[in-house]
């Protein structure tokens, strides 16, 4: 006899969005790095001439971007003196945009890893002259990853010390009852 499968979706924490795992992130570089390593060293001749600067800046924009939105998030969460109150529905958002810059920022700190580890190597005039692209592009996303992170960490709701001092019901959820 078979056993019987449990219905689709009774699992509480099946679907549970959980942090992002440092690990997840450090193989998502490394294989970006190899790859790029591996198209750097094949194809970097064939490219016009010149690293463009405009993705790391776009990265080192967004990582300040993020940065904010972190401490903006984590006053208002604190109900800081002079700050709104937040909305759930942003909170939510901003997470999920954590989440995924922290995976896209750990994809381009592997791929400016792999590119500007292969022009130190290289001694043409071309790779000496992309080495400040390469490096500004690694710092860029490396940013980004500790932005994302720092975002999303910013996003948790604080502890409660002690269930009394909260507004509102009480753990039922009923107002006032005890």
């Known amino acids: 006899m078979t056993q019987?499968?449990?219905?689709?979706?009774?699992?509480?924490?099946r679907f549970r969005m959980g942090p992002t795992r440092i690990s997840t992130l450090v193989v998502a570089a490394l294989a970006a790095a190899g790859v790029a390593w591996l198209l750097i060293s094949g194809f970097y001749y064939d490219l016009a001439p010149g690293l463009p600067w405009l993705p790391a800046v776009t990265l080192a924009a967004l990582a300040v971007l993020e940065a904010y939105a972190a401490v903006n998030t984590r006053g208002r969460i604190e109900r800081r003196p002079g700050r709104d109150r937040v909305n759930p529905l942003l909170v939510a958002r901003f997470v999920v945009l954590a989440k995924a810059s922290a995976l896209v920022g750990a994809i381009f700190t592997g791929f400016y890893a792999g590119l500007t580890g292969w022009l130190f190597i290289e001694d043409t005039d071309a790779a000496i002259g992309d080495r400040p692209v390469?490096?500004?592009g690694l710092l860029a996303s490396l940013a980004l990853v500790g932005a994302a992170l720092w975002l999303e960490r910013s996003c948790r709701v604080p502890e409660q010390e002690d269930d009394e001092d909260r507004d509102g019901p009480d753990r039922q959820g009923r107002p006032g009852q005890r």
Request: glycine fraction near 24%; proline fraction near 23%; avoid cysteine.
């Open 4 to 13: 019987a499968q449990p219905p689709r979706g009774s699992e509480p924490d």
């Open 134 to 136: 390469g490096g500004a």
